[in-house]
């Protein structure tokens, strides 16, 4: 499955960590757009381009939380929001996904391992929810044709 991922971290080292640990998960073929903070990633944002996003918290200018909203009023379809952090207290994973409602939470250091492991579930709902995109539109268009 091809995957546009719009990456967001202040850190350029940490960046190309998430980048280089998903491609080695082998979840999907990825495609990168980089952002610096939350400003610079509602410049990059394209809601119709971009599958996926990764995005850390502590972030100058913009954090993740105050991005994550924006692209949540920004986006009517469920875009999926992954939050990539060191922020780890269960107060801020409650925060996180109560309050901006991410779909997955994962905590600094990580593995490519466990990105397969914590993230292959949404992975597997992102391929059926466009398996199940399709066969609609070609239904749609057997019905016109």
């Keep these: 499955m091809d995957i546009n991922a719009l990456v967001v971290d202040d850190s350029g080292i940490m ?7 998903l491609t080695q998960s082998k979840l999907a073929n990825f495609t990168f757009e980089q952002a610096c ?3 610079d990633a509602l410049e990059k944002f394209d809601p119709k ?8 918290w ?4 913009m954090n993740g939380i105050e991005l994550i909203k924006r692209v949540r009023e920004m986006v009517k379809h469920n875009l999926p929001i992954v939050m990539i952090t060191t922020e780890s207290t ?21 593995t490519p391992d466990v990105l ?13 929810d466009r398996k199940n995109a ?11 044709a």
């Design 49 to 56: 381009a971009t599958d996926i996003l990764f995005v850390d």
């Design 116 to 128: 397969q492991n914590r993230l292959g579930p949404l992975f597997d709902q992102m391929a059926e």
């Design 134 to 144: 399709k066969g609609f539109f070609s239904k749609l268009v057997d019905k016109i």
């Design 90 to 110: 269960v107060g801020k994973i409650d925060e996180a996904t109560a309050e901006v409602q991410v779909d997955k939470y994962i905590a600094k250091p990580f």
């Design 58 to 61: 502590n972030m100058p200018n």
């Design 37 to 39: 903070d939350g400003v």
């Design 15 to 21: 960046r190309k960590l998430v980048m280089r640990a």
